[in-house]
């Protein structure tokens, strides 16, 4: 074990995308563990778009948003090094919300779950397909979308983490799927390896026609990530009594000004449309079911994934950018050690 922590701060609210300059790289004491606390070695950083929300000023729904100087707040897979609590001996592999830095303390409050080594599931699936990503498209497309067989899901951000898990979990439930993503070799990808039935390239002007040929009998459950204008072109496709799970708003977290207004909504009473926003933090009861489903999918080679890796703490912060702007493919990792 090294002596020095590293650790990325939140430095300031970003106007827009985030730069470089919004965050800092610091040194500090590796933490020592007091009674019934474990030191963690992190081992992956996940990044996420909801970490955009929380550089914000203010409330919002993730929790509350960071201050200038605190640690960036990320969820991490790590190994325990040291240990004062009974429940976490050192060589587990934990997940929790750990932070943007290469050593923390914890108590176990703050872990999301201790990893069950299971064959045929790396490690590194905890953090996408089998941790927080994968357990929310399940629960937004079961919970929320319910669909049945033969109906028609179609998936928004279908390349990246959360998407490509809900296109697969939809296949295995017996639906058509469809996804949007941006870019021919981002689709040819949410087709050929994630096995949806087809996909739209969003990047085109011609969203609106790619949805209708690739429907053509209408749209049963929009699973939606991206909110915006992309939810305006799709209201018309969707079928009378169509869910809409909305999973998050990846057009809006970097809009400055006022936020994008949706105008078709009139469609939503005249279709009956049921569309409701959730956050996997509330359908805890959930989650172990959701997780072992996964696992099982994963393991029978049913649901693939991929993942983008950055090298190094010192990287975080481009690589988090780059997520924003959707230079990643999946699931988005720092490889920390
Ligand atoms: N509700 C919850 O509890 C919960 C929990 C976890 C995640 N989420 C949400 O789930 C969604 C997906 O998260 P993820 O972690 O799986 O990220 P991700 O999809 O792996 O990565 C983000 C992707 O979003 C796409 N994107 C970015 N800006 C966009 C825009 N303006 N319009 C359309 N697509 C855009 C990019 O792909 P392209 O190249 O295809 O544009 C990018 O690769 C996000 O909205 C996130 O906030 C919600």
Known sequence: ????????????????????????????PVPLPGPGQFLVGSLFLSLDPYMRMLMGGGWTFFGAAMVPGQVMVGRVLGKVLESNNPNFKPGDHVVGRLGWQMYAVSDGKDLDFKVVPKDNVPLTAYLGACG????????????????????CVLVSAAAGSVGSAVGQIAKAMG??????AGGPEKCRIVTGEFGFDACCDYKRDDLAEQIGAAADDGVDVY??????????????????????????????????????????????????LRIQG????????????????????????????????????????DAFIGMLRGRNLGKQLVKLT
């Not at 090294?2 to 650790?7: E, L």
């Not at 939140?10 to 919004?22: I, L, Q, T």
């Not at 927080?132 to 669909?147: A, D, E, F, H, R």
């Open 278 to 317: 959730f956050l996997l933090s509330n359908y805890r009861e959930t989650w172990d079911k959701a997780r072992a489903e996964l696992e099982d999918l994963v393991a029978s080679g049913r649901l693939r994934y991929r993942e983008t890796i950055a090298k190094g703490l010192e990287n975080a912060p």
């Open 175 to 180: 639906c058509r799927t469809i996804g949007i």
């Open 223 to 272: 699973f939606d990530s991206v909110g915006g204008a992309m939810l305006d072109t799709v209201l018309p496709h969707l079928n009378r009594l169509a869910r809409v799970p909305v999973c998050g708003v990846l057009s809006q977290y970097n809009a400055e000004g006022t936020p994008y207004g949706v105008t078709n909504t009139r469609l939503v009473f005249d279709k009956s």
């Open 1 to 28: 074990m090294k002596q020095t922590n590293v650790q990325v701060l939140f430095r300031r609210e970003p106007r827009g995308f985030p730069v470089a300059d919004d965050f800092e790289i610091v040194e500090a």
């Open 132 to 151: 927080s990503n994968g357990v929310t498209g399940w629960t937004g497309l079961k919970i929320i979308g319910q669909p049945k067989e033969g109906e």
